[in-house]
C-alpha cells in the first residue's frame, strides 16, 4: 500500500450534510481539501513544522492501552507534512501515533505557543485568545445544557476541567451550579486568561499532576487525543472523581472521520497522540475503571460524547476481525479519495464550501461582540425541543436528548 500521499481538510471547514454508510463509496458531496489547496496549506506551515523537527522526538514501539506490538501502518505523514506515521493496534484496536514528540516537548510545544501557530498557520485563521473563547461559547453552552440533569446533584461541587483552555467551559458549570472549579492547561497565555476571568487555573498536565483533592464532575473536552499517555491518564483520573462523581469526554471517531474526509493523513496531526472509535471507546473505558452511563451523539459527525462513572475495570474483549475491516476499508477510501481528488471541482460544491466559511465567519464574528456587550450569565437555559428529552431530568442509561453543535 502507498500511503505517501497526505491531503487534509482544515478544522471548522469539513462537513458532510449526509449519513454515510461504510459499505458506500466516499461521497462526492463530501467537501474535502484537494492536493492543490493542501501543498498551498502546507507551504504555510513549513516554517513551523522545520522548528517542530528540532524538538526531541521518541519512536512508541507498543500500544499504550494493551501493550500489544501488533500494529499496521495506516498513514505515514500528517496533515502538516510532517513524518508522522499512524498505527492501529491489531489486538485493542487503538490508533497512536508511533513517532512523537517526548512528553517534554509536548509540554514546550503547547507552552510556546507552537500548537496554535501551526493550527492557525494550516487553516488560514489567527487563533488568538478572543478567538477561542469566542469558539468555546457555544460548545460551553451547549454542553451545561446537555449535562444538567445529570450533574444537578453536584451543586456547589469540585470541578476539574483537563485542557480547560481559557476557562469558558468551566465558566458555564460555575455560573449554572456553583461549582468549585480548577483548569488544568499545558498552554501558559491559556491559562493566563483563564486566571485573568477570575478562574482558578494551572499551567500543566494531567500525566505530571498530583494532587489529594476528589472532584465531583472531571471533564476533558476536546482533549483525549492531546493525551501523551491515554492509559496512565484516564487511570489518574478514575482516582481523581469521588464513588458517585461523572467524568465527561468526547472523542473524534477515527474511523468517521476517515468515512467523511478520506485517509487518515488527511486529518491525523502531531498533537493528537491517540484515536478511539465509537465502537472501540466503551471497552477501553471500561477496561480503565469507567462504567458507561450515557452516549451523545449531537455533535459533528465524526464527534461522540460519553458520560461515565467510576467502576471495576472490566478485561478487554478481543476485536474479533474488526481491526482487519479498518484497515480494508482505510485502503479503500484512499483509492477512492485519489480518484476523487482528480476530478474537478462542481462550482456547486464549491459556492457551498464558500457560503459555509462565510458563516462561520459571520458566526464567530457575532460571538465575540455578544461576549464583549452582554451582562447575561454564560448559560442561558431553554426549553427542551419537543419530542427531545429534557436535560433538566435525570434519566437513566441512554442518549442525551440534546443536540450539540460542535464548532
Given amino acids: 500500500m502507498d500511503f505517501s500521499l ?32 493542501l501543498l498551498r496549506r502546507q507551504k504555510r506551515c513549513r516554517s513551523e513544522v522545520k522548528k517542530l523537527a528540532l524538538l526531541r522526538w521518541e519512536t512508541v514501539a507498543r500500544c499504550n492501552l494493551c501493550m500489544s506490538q501488533r500494529s499496521v501502518i495506516v498513514s505515514v505523514r500528517d496533515r502538516y507534512g510532517a513524518p508522522v506515521e499512524t498505527a492501529l493496534c491489531m489486538d485493542c484496536g487503538l490508533f497512536y501515533l508511533v513517532g512523537r514528540f517526548t512528553p517534554d516537548s509536548y509540554a514546550q510545544f503547547y507552552a510556546s505557543g ?10 488560514g485563521v489567527e487563533y488568538d485568545v478572543d478567538q477561542i473563547q469566542s469558539d468555546q461559547a457555544g460548545y460551553a453552552q451547549t454542553l451545561v445544557k446537555a ?19 481559557t476557562g469558558i467551559i468551566a465558566r458555564g458549570f460555575v455560573d449554572e451550579f456553583g461549582m468549585r472549579a480548577t483548569i488544568l492547561d499545558p498552554a501558559e497565555h491559556e491559562v493566563a486568561a483563564a486566571k485573568a476571568s477570575g ?30 499517555d491515554l492509559r496512565g491518564a484516564l ?17 473524534s471517531d477515527f474511523m468517521e472521520l476517515c468515512r467523511l474526509v478520506g485517509p487518515p493523513e488527511t486529518f491525523t496531526k502531531i498533537d493528537h497522540c491517540y484515536w478511539l472509535t465509537h465502537s472501540t471507546a466503551p471497552g477501553i473505558f471500561r477496561m480503565l475503571g469507567f462504567d458507561l ?20 475495570p472490566v478485561p478487554l474483549s478481543p476485536p474479533f476481525g474488526r481491526t482487519a475491516d479498518q ?20 462550482p456547486s460544491q464549491w459556492a457551498r464550501g464558500k457560503a459555509y466559511r462565510m458563516k ?5 464574528s457575532m460571538a465575540a461582540v455578544r461576549g464583549a456587550f452582554s451582562d447575561e450569565p454564560a448559560v442561558v437555559r431553554r426549553q427542551s425541543a419537543p419530542g427531545r428529552i429534557n436535560p433538566a431530568i435525570p434519566h437513566s442509561r441512554g442518549e442525551f436528548g440534546v443536540s450539540l453543535a460542535c464548532l
Avoid at 13 to 28: I, N, R
Avoid at 293 to 312: I, N, Q
Fill in 235 to 251: 487511570r489518574k483520573i478514575r482516582g481523581l472523581l469521588k464513588p458517585d462523581g461523572f467524568f465527561y469526554c468526547d472523542i
Fill in 114 to 123: 507552537g500548537y496554535r501557530r501551526v493550527c492557525s498557520q494550516f487553516n
Fill in 147 to 165: 449535562l444538567a440533569g445529570y450533574v444537578a446533584n453536584c451543586r456547589n461541587g469540585r470541578l476539574l476541567d483537563i485542557g480547560g483552555s
Fill in 327 to 346: 484497515v480494508a476499508e482505510i485502503y479503500r477510501t484512499r483509492q477512492e479519495w485519489i480518484e476523487l481528488g482528480k476530478k474537478r471541482i462542481p
Fill in 6 to 37: 497526505s491531503l487534509q481538510a482544515g478544522e471548522g471547514e469539513l462537513f458532510s450534510f449526509w449519513t454515510w454508510d461504510p459499505s458506500e463509496s466516499l461521497k462526492k458531496e463530501t467537501i474535502v481539501i484537494r492536493p492543490s489547496d
Fill in 360 to 364: 462561520r465567519m459571520f458566526q464567530r
Fill in 199 to 228: 478562574m482558578n487555573a494551572i499551567a500543566g498536565v494531567i500525566e505530571k499532576w498530583d494532587r489529594p483533592e476528589k472532584y465531583d464532575l472531571v471533564l476533558l473536552c476536546r482533549s483525549i487525543e492531546h493525551l501523551t
Fill in 293 to 312: 452511563f450515557s452516549t451523545y451523539k449531537a455533535f459533528d459527525s465524526d464527534c461522540v460524547g460519553y458520560l461515565l462513572r467510576p467502576c471495576e
